[in-house]
C-alpha cells in the first residue's frame, strides 16, 4: 500500500488561511456594502451616547412604563481640562500609560506566521523542528526539581524565617543552643516536602508514559511499521484503526469506505460524544499550574502577624532591660528565644495531614476510583462557594432515549410502546395482504384498511405515518461491520459486509436522530440502507421499501429545522416530510390547540421535543418547486435568502403528524447530587457548548433550575445598545435562573463585565451555552476577581482542561472522553455523583481538620514562648534559654506530635450525617474554622496556659528553684496532651494510643535527660532528682498546675456547648 501512495511536499500557508478566515468572518457579520459608512458613524453615535447613560443598578425607575433609554439617569459631562492644568492633573498618567502600552506592545509582537513545507513519508527532510508528540503534565525535571521545590517553599515566610534564624546560629555572638536544635527540623520539613513532591511528580510522570506509550501504525517505503504515540513525527504517515484515539493533529488523507467518507468523534476536543464528518480542530494542554491553597494563604497571613508580635515581645523586653551595653545583640538573641512563637513544624504537619486526607479519599469505597492528583489543595474542596459544570459526559451520558410520542389526541410513553409495535405490524401486515390481492404492490394504505374499524383504522393510520415519517426525515446512515479477518481493499469491502441487524449501527452527527431511528427500529420499521439518492426500510414482514431521495435540506441553528422530500418507489408518491423545534414549526402546521401545552409538558419533564409534519406533492408541484429551487441555487445575488424563499413557499398548512419526546440520559444520581450542592449554599454553573435549546431542557431535566424557579432567557445582543437594555431587563426578573448564549456574553463582558458578574452571581443558577474553552475559563477568572469566593471547575473532555486549571480546584471525570480532562485536573472521580460525597465529607472534613491542626500547632509555639518570656523576666530580663538541647526538639516531635497529628482522624458528625444534612457545608464558606478571632482566641489561652504554668512553678517550688526546668516542662507536656484530648470531637483509637505512647516516652527519657534539666549552661548539680520525682508533692503540685491552666477551658467548652452548641452538635446529639 506504502507504494500507491506519492510522497510529495505540501506547501500549508497558515497565515493565509486565518486571514481568509477573517475576512470571510468580517464580511459575514458586517454590515451589507452600501451601508458600511452609515453603520460605522451610527455605531459611534451610539457608544458616546452611551457613555453618557450608566447601566442602571436600583430599582428606581423601573415603575415608569417608558423605554429603559428615558429611565435611566443621564451622567454629568466633565468638560475636559486643557494647558497645564490637563498635564498636572491626567497628562503625566497619559503619557505614562502610552509609554507602557507601547513597550508591552514591543514586547508582545507576535511572531509572524509563514508557509512551511511538509514531507509526507519522509519527515527527516523537514527543515524545521517541531515539538514532540508527547504529552506531559510534570512539573520539574531532573535540573528544576530541587531548586524549585526549594522556592516554593522557602516563598512561604514561615520557612524563609526559619532558614534566617537557623542560619544566624552559625554567628557564635548569637548562638543560643546545639545547631540542630534548629537545623533538624528544618531539614525534616525540607525533607517530607520534597518527598511528597517526589511522588506526586512520579505519578504524574506513570501517566504521562502510559499515554505517550500508546501504539500506532506508521506507513513508510517499507510497510507498516508501529510507532508509540510520543514517537509521531510531523510529516508521518499515521493508520488510525477503528476505535482508535487519534493521537495528534492530523491531516485526514483517505478512508477504506468507497465514498471517502470517515466518522469520527471529537469528545476529547468539544465534550461531544456524537459521530461527526468533519476533522477535529486541534486543541493544546496547558501544563498544570501550581495550585496554593487559601488555608495556606491564611496562614500565612497569620504567621506574619505572630511575626510582628514577636518583634514587638523582643523589642519590650530590651526597653524593659534599659537598652543596657549591646542591646542591637541582645534584641537579636529575644528574637531568636522567641522564635518559637512562630512554629515550623506548621508546614510539615499540614503537608503531612493533606497527605493523609489524600490517602482517605482514594481509600474510600463508597467512591471507587478516586485519584488525588495534587495533594496540596485537599481542603480547598470544604470551601467552595461557585461550581463550574460541563453537560456533555458530566450531567449526561449523552446517550438519547426515545421516551414518548404524542399524537394529539393519544400519548404513548414507555410502558406503552408495545402498542405502537402491534399498530405498526398490523398496518404493513394488511397493507401487504392487499397488495397480494391485488397482485400489485401500489395499493395504498388507505385502501388496505378499509375492512377495520373506523376509531382502529383512524389510530392505526396516524401511528404508521407518524413512524414513516420518523424513519425517513434524517440524516442517520446505516454501517455495517466487516467480516473477521477482511482488511484489504475497499472495492471488495461491501461485498464483505454482514447486512444483518445485529451487525448495523447508525451514524450520524446528532445523537437526537440516531434515537428516533433506533426507536422505529424497535417499534418494527427498520432503516437498513441510505445513500445520497435513495433509502431503504424494512418492515415487520421482513419486505424491503425503497425511497429516492429528491431534496434534503439540513439542519441550521438559524431555521431550527430540517426536511426531506422523497418518492415511494413502489406507489410514486411524493411526500415533502419535516421535523424541527416547536417554535420553528408552529407557524408552518395547520392550526391545533394542544402542540404548545404539550411542548411545555415535555419540556417540564426535561425532554428535548421535535415536531414532526408532512405535506404530499403531486408531481406537478414537484416540478414547479424543482426549477425554482434551482434556479434559486445558482443566483448571484442574495442566493441563501431566494432558496430560503422557495423553501418557505413550500412550508406552508403542513399536516401535523406526531410531538417526540427524547431524553438526554443523565449521569446516574445526578438530580440528588444536585440537590444536595445546593442545599449545601453552593451555586452551580452549566458552561456547555450546546445549543440553547438543549442546554434549557438538560438544566430542567438534571434539576439544576428546580421547578418552582423561573427561566430567563438573555435575548442574543450584538451591540452595546442591545446589551444595555436587556440587562436592564434581566435585573427587573428576582429569582430566576440565567441562560446565555457565548455570543451575548462575550458583548456583555466588553462593555459591562462588573454589571453583568454581580447580576449573575445573585442568579441561583447559570446556563452558558454555545461557550468555547475560552470562555469557559474566562467566567472562572471573572468570578474569583469580582466575588473572592472559591471556585471549582469539573469536567470530562479536553475542552474543558482550560477551565479546570483556571479554578482554584479542578476536578476531571474520567469516561467516555478520554482522560485529558482528569490528567489536567487536581482530582479524579469516575462518576458526578461522587462530588457529593468528595465535598461534604472529605472537603469539609480536610478544612475543619486542617484549620484545627494549624492553630493547635500556633498554640504550642505560643505557650512555650509565653513561658520563655515569663522565665525572662523573672531573671531580670536575661536572654537565657528555658528549655535547652533535646528538649526544645522533642516538645515538638516524639512528645506532642503523635497526639497533635491524630487531629486529623478527627470528625465532628459522621459521614452519613453530612451527607444528610448538606446544610452543615455551608458554614464553612464563611470561613470561620480558621479566622482572626479563632486566632485571637488560641493566642489568649496560649498566654493563659504559658503564664499559669510558668508562674505555677516558680510559687509551689519556690524552695525546690533548681528543679524549676522539670517540673515546669512535665506540667507543659501534660496540659499538651489534656488540650487535644479538649479539641477532639469524636475519639479513634489511634488518637487514645498516641496519648499513652507519647506520655510513656516522655516518661521514659527521663532518666536519659538529665543534663538537659539544667537552667542556661551553669552547672547546678544535679538536675535532675529521680527521687524528687517520684514524690507525692511533686506528682500532686504538678497536677494542680496542670488542672488550673486547663479545667476553666473544660468548663468554657461545656456550658458553651449548653447554652450555644454549634450546628453540629445538635446533630450529634
Known amino acids: 500500500m506504502a507504494d500507491q501512495i506519492p510522497l510529495y511536499p505540501v506547501r500549508s500557508a497558515a497565515a493565509a488561511a486565518a486571514n481568509r478566515k477573517r475576512a470571510a468572518y468580517y464580511s459575514a457579520a458586517g454590515p451589507r456594502p452600501g451601508a458600511d459608512r452609515h453603520s460605522r458613524y451610527q455605531l459611534e453615535d451610539e457608544s458616546a451616547h452611551l457613555d453618557e447613560m450608566p447601566l442602571m443598578m436600583s430599582e428606581e425607575g423601573f415603575e415608569n412604563e417608558e423605554s429603559d433609554y428615558h429611565t435611566l439617569p443621564r451622567a454629568r459631562i466633565m468638560q475636559r481640562k486643557r494647558g497645564l492644568e490637563w498635564f498636572v492633573c491626567d497628562g503625566w498618567k497619559f503619557l505614562c500609560t502610552s509609554c507602557c502600552g507601547w513597550l508591552i506592545n514591543i514586547c508582545r509582537r507576535k511572531k509572524e506566521l509563514k508557509a512551511r513545507t511538509v514531507w509526507l513519508g519522509c519527515p527527516e527532510k523537514c527543515e524545521e523542528k517541531h515539538p514532540r508528540n508527547s504529552i506531559k503534565n510534570q512539573k520539574y525535571n531532573v535540573f528544576t526539581f530541587i531548586p524549585g521545590v526549594l522556592y516554593e517553599q522557602f516563598k512561604f515566610f514561615l520557612n524563609l524565617y526559619f532558614l534566617v534564624i537557623s542560619c544566624?546560629?552559625?554567628?557564635?555572638a548569637l548562638k543560643i543552643g546545639y545547631l540542630y536544635t534548629y537545623w533538624a527540623p528544618l531539614g525534616f520539613?525540607?525533607?517530607?516536602?520534597?518527598?511528597?513532591?517526589?511522588?506526586?511528580?512520579?505519578?504524574r510522570f506513570q501517566r504521562d508514559k502510559e499515554v505517550n506509550s500508546q501504539l500506532?501504525?506508521?506507513?513508510?517505503?517499507r510497510g507498516k511499521v508501529q510507532v508509540k504515540s510520543s514517537d509521531i513525527q510531523v510529516g508521518d504517515l499515521i493508520i488510525v484503526e477503528k476505535n482508535q484515539r487519534i493521537p495528534s493533529d492530523m491531516v485526514f488523507l483517505r478512508t477504506s469506505e468507497k465514498a471517502g467518507s470517515c466518522f469520527i468523534r471529537t469528545d476529547q476536543l468539544d465534550g461531544e460524544t456524537d459521530w461527526k464528518l468533519k476533522v477535529a480542530v486541534s486543541c493544546t494542554q496547558r501544563l498544570p499550574a501550581l495550585g496554593v491553597g487559601l488555608l495556606d494563604l491564611e496562614l500565612n497571613r497569620l504567621t506574619k502577624a505572630l511575626f510582628l508580635a514577636l518583634v514587638a515581645l523582643s523589642i519590650v523586653m530590651v526597653t524593659l532591660q534599659g537598652f543596657v551595653g549591646p542591646w542591637y545583640r541582645n534584641l537579636f538573641r529575644f528574637l531568636l528565644l522567641f522564635s518559637y512563637i512562630i512554629p515550623i513544624s506548621l508546614r510539615v504537619n499540614l503537608d503531612m495531614g493533606k497527605a493523609v486526607y489524600g490517602w482517605m479519599m482514594m481509600k474510600d469505597e463508597n467512591i471507587p476510583g478516586t485519584v488525588v492528583r495534587t495533594s496540596t489543595i485537599p481542603e480547598e474542596l470544604g470551601r467552595l462557594v461557585y461550581l463550574l459544570t460541563d453537560k456533555t459526559g458530566t450531567l449526561t451520558q449523552n446517550e438519547m432515549i426515545f421516551k414518548r410520542l404524542h399524537l394529539g389526541t393519544v400519548s404513548y410513553g414507555a410502558d406503552t410502546m408495545d402498542e405502537i409495535q402491534s399498530h405498526v405490524r398490523d398496518s404493513y401486515s394488511q397493507m401487504q395482504s392487499q397488495a397480494g390481492g391485488n397482485n400489485t404492490g401500489s395499493t395504498p394504505l388507505r385502501k388496505a384498511q378499509s375492512s377495520a374499524p373506523k376509531v382502529r383504522k383512524s389510530v392505526s393510520s396516524r401511528i404508521h405515518e407518524a413512524v414513516k415519517a420518523i424513519v425517513l426525515c434524517h440524516n442517520v446512515t446505516p454501517v455495517y461491520e466487516s467480516r473477521a479477518g477482511v482488511t484489504e481493499e475497499t472495492e471488495f469491502a461491501e461485498a464483505d459486509q454482514d447486512f444483518s441487524d445485529e451487525n448495523r449501527t447508525y451514524q450520524a452527527s446528532s445523537p437526537d436522530e440516531v434515537a428516533l431511528v433506533q426507536w422505529t427500529e424497535s417499534v418494527g420499521l427498520t432503516l437498513v440502507s441510505r445513500d445520497l439518492t435513495s433509502m431503504q426500510l424494512k418492515t415487520p414482514s421482513g419486505q424491503v421499501l425503497s425511497f429516492c431521495i429528491l431534496q434534503l435540506f439540513p439542519f441550521t441553528s438559524e431555521s431550527k429545522r430540517m426536511g426531506v422530500i422523497v418518492r415511494d418507489e413502489s406507489t410514486a408518491e411524493i411526500t415533502f416530510y419535516m421535523k424541527g423545534a416547536d417554535v420553528a414549526m408552529s407557524p408552518i402546521v395547520q392550526y391545533n390547540d394542544w402542540l404548545e401545552e404539550e411542548c411545555g409538558n415535555m419540556a417540564r419533564e426535561g425532554l428535548r421535543t421535535l415536531v414532526v409534519a408532512k405535506k404530499a406533492l403531486t408531481e406537478e408541484q414537484y416540478q414547479d418547486f424543482e426549477s425554482r429551487y434551482t434556479q434559486a441555487k445558482l443566483s448571484m445575488h442574495d442566493r441563501s435568502l431566494k432558496v430560503a424563499a422557495v423553501v418557505e413557499s413550500l412550508e406552508?398548512?403542513?399536516?401535523?403528524?406526531?410531538?417526540?419526546?427524547?431524553?438526554?440520559?443523565?449521569?446516574?444520581?445526578?438530580?440528588?447530587?444536585?440537590?444536595?450542592?445546593?442545599?449545601?449554599?453552593i451555586k452551580i454553573w452549566m458552561l456547555t457548548g450546546d445549543k440553547l435549546e438543549t442546554a434549557t431542557c438538560i438544566a430542567k431535566s438534571s434539576h439544576l433550575v428546580s421547578r418552582t424557579q423561573d427561566i430567563h432567557i438573555f435575548r442574543q445582543v450584538t451591540s452595546r445598545g442591545e446589551a444595555h437594555l436587556e440587562l436592564n431587563a434581566f435585573r427587573r426578573k428576582h429569582d430566576c435562573a440565567l441562560v446565555i448564549s457565548g455570543d451575548s456574553l462575550e458583548v456583555c463582558l466588553k462593555y459591562y463585565e462588573h454589571e453583568f458578574v454581580e447580576l449573575a452571581c445573585q442568579c441561583p443558577a447559570v446556563v452558558c451555552c454555545r461557550c468555547s474553552p475560552t470562555q469557559k475559563a474566562r467566567i472562572v477568572t471573572l468570578l474569583q476577581q469580582h466575588t473572592g469566593r472559591r471556585t471549582c471547575a469539573i469536567g470530562d473532555g479536553g475542552n474543558d482542561v482550560s477551565m479546570i486549571q483556571a479554578a482554584d480546584c479542578g476536578i476531571g471525570i474520567e469516561g467516555k472522553e478520554g482522560k485529558q480532562a482528569s490528567l489536567a485536573a487536581d482530582f479524579s472521580i469516575t462518576q458526578f455523583r461522587h462530588i457529593g460525597r468528595l465535598l461534604m465529607v472529605?472537603?469539609?472534613?480536610?478544612?475543619?481538620?486542617?484549620?484545627?491542626?494549624?492553630?493547635?500547632?500556633?498554640?504550642?509555639?505560643?505557650?512555650?514562648s509565653t513561658m520563655q518570656a515569663v522565665f525572662s523576666s523573672v531573671f531580670y530580663f536575661a536572654s537565657i534559654p528555658l528549655y535547652q538541647g533535646f528538649l526544645m526538639v522533642g516538645y515538638a516531635t516524639i512528645y506532642t506530635m503523635f497526639p497533635v497529628f491524630s487531629l486529623v482522624l478527627d470528625q465532628d458528625v459522621k459521614p452519613e450525617m453530612a451527607m444528610l444534612y448538606p446544610e452543615l457545608y455551608k458554614d464553612l464558606t464563611k470561613g470561620r474554622s480558621l479566622s482572626f478571632k479563632t486566632f485571637l482566641i488560641w493566642v489568649l489561652i496560649s498566654i493563659y496556659q504559658g503564664g499559669i504554668l510558668m508562674y505555677g512553678a516558680l510559687v509551689l517550688f519556690e524552695s525546690e528553684f533548681v528543679h524549676v526546668v522539670a517540673i515546669s516542662f512535665t506540667a507543659l507536656i501534660l496540659t499538651e496532651l489534656l488540650m487535644v484530648a479538649l479539641t477532639v470531637r469524636t475519639w479513634h483509637w489511634l488518637m487514645v494510643v498516641a496519648e499513652f505512647l507519647s506520655l510513656g516516652c516522655y516518661v521514659s527519657s527521663l532518666a536519659f535527660l538529665n543534663e538537659y534539666f539544667g537552667i542556661g549552661r551553669v552547672s547546678f548539680g544535679a538536675f535532675l532528682d529521680v527521687a524528687f520525682i517520684t514524690t507525692v508533692t511533686f506528682l500532686w503540685k504538678v497536677s494542680a498546675i496542670t488542672v488550673v491552666s486547663c479545667l476553666p477551658l473544660y468548663v468554657l467548652k461545656y456550658l458553651r456547648r449548653k447554652l450555644s452548641p454549634p450546628s453540629y452538635c445538635k446533630l450529634a446529639s
Open 216 to 221: 500506532y501504525s506508521k506507513l513508510t517505503v
Open 168 to 172: 544566624s546560629q552559625f554567628v557564635p
Open 189 to 203: 520539613v525540607l525533607a517530607v516536602t520534597m518527598t511528597r513532591e517526589a511522588i506526586d511528580e512520579f505519578r
Open 842 to 864: 472529605h472537603g469539609r472534613n480536610s478544612y475543619k481538620r486542617s484549620a484545627a491542626l494549624g492553630q493547635f500547632v500556633m498554640h504550642r509555639g505560643l505557650i512555650i
Open 652 to 681: 406552508r398548512e403542513m399536516e401535523l403528524l406526531c410531538l417526540t419526546g427524547v431524553e438526554d440520559q443523565l449521569q446516574a444520581d445526578v438530580r440528588p447530587t444536585l440537590e444536595m450542592l445546593r442545599n449545601a449554599g
